[in-house]
């Protein structure tokens, strides 16, 4: 299989039809060989009675279900292993991100293994732009990378650079360092941003910042221990 969409989703019942055919809609022009996989993580609203109903139209999706809310690390991470793509594209449920700009992640991915995209005009509260924008800068002090937007979920990993990786709670956060730690290339592109559709943001200043921030040590210490192995033969 060529693409699969992977997509968390805790109580998103309001955004997840259209942004099913928005998916749909792209992919027209670029595959049919792709699928999406919503992972529902623990849900309490209507959103797996959504998914159910649009499978049944639509036979490209699919739904994994957790037992209970385990974070958007662990949903990434489920949705990783189950997906079948060589290309993963992961993105949020909240209709935040434009499936539009898939073919673009998608025209820099032959040349890097992890494209990241950069809402370089965000359509969030002022409060979140600025811990974001504080976030990235001491990240990219602490990591010594230059990413702008490591928190914009819309990315496209080839499958291999996401294979080794263990996603502890708040690791998706931090995807440019972990890939590029497996001597994996990464690249970004300016994406389009938009208010969320329906629902609420399900992340507060804590998990924003402080979160974030206690997290970003423990990536310094993996920064520090990592051995990236190649394997040169097999037999
Ligand atoms: N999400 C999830 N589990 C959680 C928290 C969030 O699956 O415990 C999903 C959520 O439904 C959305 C994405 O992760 O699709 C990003 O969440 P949100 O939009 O609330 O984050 P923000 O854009 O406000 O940073
Ligand atoms: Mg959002």
New binding site residues.
Partial sequence: MNYSIV??????EG?IEILTKEIVSVFEQISDDYEIIF?????KDGSFAVIKGLKSQYPMVRCISFEK????S??LEAGFRKSRGEIIIT????L?NDPKDIPLLLSEIDHYDLVVGWRASRK?PLS?KITSKLGNFFRNIFLGEKIHDT?C?LKAFKRESVERLKLFRGMHRFFPALVTMEGYKVSEVKVNHRP?FS?????GFFD?FSTATFDLFAVMWMKKRVVPYKIKEEI
């Fill in positions: 997509i968390p989703v805790f109580n998103e955004n992972i529902d993580d623990g849900s809310n385990s974070g958007q662990a949903a993105m949020d449920a909240d935040q969030d979140k928190g979920s969320r629902g609420k943001t399900k992340y924003r």
